[in-house]
């Protein structure tokens, strides 16, 4: 076989300018819509779920302590939304969520690849967590309180 | 065409393994597609050697292994929903690659910068679509950066390992 010496170093010392720009413009681009959200983004004060694109349940973040959701879901069905007491997990579909004052995360799922559980918990607006294999997204928004809500009045 | 499969295959698994989730869904590495960069290499490096067999057809090599790979993979590590979205991920990112290639004014760094940044902006188009919600676009800013740095470490990896490759092939090692 031919020794390593006689190498040409042609392929990594091969990089264009065209390269550079692409470069450039990438992490530009990635730069810009970083700073564009992080200056239009606000916290947000409440949650929405929605399963399939339709919106399924909103409150209101908590003021204290904490809430905790139970969504489930029978034979594809549309899901249901219900405050979870600490009772036993279902056998069906589901994804339990914790809403805190400083924001939300889903404490556990019985999805295939809990992506959901290992995401950071969610305060600004626009942030969402989503559950691809279950089809739920939960998000955060800001601006006019919901209608429905579960400790609306206390206020 | 079998071996770099086995070895795409790998790859995936390896990369299965990577605990690479701070938080945020969709960072990979995107070490199968290692595989496809280095083949699109060689198609491009391929008009100055005497190449013979299947070496012939790297684009299309490229193409049956990916789409194998990610189908093959996605049951065995994954679900349909892995399937369906490292699909479009892989379709987008194909197709600018070869776009890259096309346009002859990138390196095989430029080429897998390209496939990398437009692998996540294929994945966002399918999340947003099957999901019906634009907050995935959220996302947008760290994926991007995220596909430009594995793109160019990739096109780095592959720069390098593309002499080896054609020197193993002329010493009928392959």
Not at chain 1, 108 to 117: F, K, L, R
Not at chain 2, 32 to 50: E, F, H, K, R, Y
Not at chain 2, 84 to 100: E, N, Q, R
Request: neutral net charge; glycine residues 10%.
């Amino acid at each position: 076989m031919f020794g390593c010496g006689r190498m040409k170093k042609e392929s990594t010392a091969g990089i264009r300018r065209a390269d550079w720009v692409l470069l450039a413009v990438c992490l530009l681009s990635a730069v810009l819509s970083a700073l564009y959200l992080a200056v239009s983004s606000r916290e947000g004060s409440r949650v929405v779920l929605c399963a399939d694109g339709a919106e399924l349940y909103e409150m209101d973040l908590p003021e204290q302590g904490s809430v905790r959701l139970l969504i489930t879901c029978e034979d594809q069905q549309t899901p249901r939304v219900s405050v979870y007491e600490g009772e036993e997990l279902p056998q069906t579909e589901y994804n339990l969520l914790c809403a805190e004052r400083d924001g939300v995360r889903m404490l556990s799922a019985d999805c295939t690849d809990q992506i959901c559980v290992r995401h950071r918990k969610i305060k600004q607006e626009g942030e969402s967590i989503i559950c691809l294999p279950h089809k739920l997204t939960v998000e955060i928004r800001g601006g006019a309180p919901a209608q429905e809500t579960l400790d609306g009045m206390v206020k | 065409m079998g071996m770099l499969l086995a070895l795409a295959m790998i790859l995936s698994y390896v990369e299965s393994l990577l605990p690479l989730t701070p938080g945020i869904p969709g960072i990979k590495v995107g070490l199968p597609n290692l595989i496809v960069v280095l083949l699109l290499g060689w198609d491009m490096q391929s008009a100055t050697t005497d190449s013979g067999q299947w070496f012939e057809r790297p684009v299309r090599v490229a193409a049956v292994i990916n789409l194998l790979r990610i189908v093959l993979s996605g049951f065995l590590f994954g679900n349909l929903f892995a399937i369906i979205y490292s699909l479009s991920g892989a379709v987008c990112s194909f197709l600018a690659m070869l776009l890259g290639r096309r346009m002859r004014c990138f390196s095989l760094f430029g080429i897998s910068v390209l496939g990398g940044v437009c692998h996540n902006i294929g994945q966002l188009l399918m999340a947003s679509w099957v999901l019906k919600t634009q907050t995935v676009w959220y996302y947008l800013p760290v994926l991007l950066l995220a596909g430009t740095a594995m793109g160019a470490v990739l096109g780095i990896v592959a720069g390098t390992l593309l002499p080896y490759c054609r020197r193993m092939q002329q010493g009928n090692h392959l």
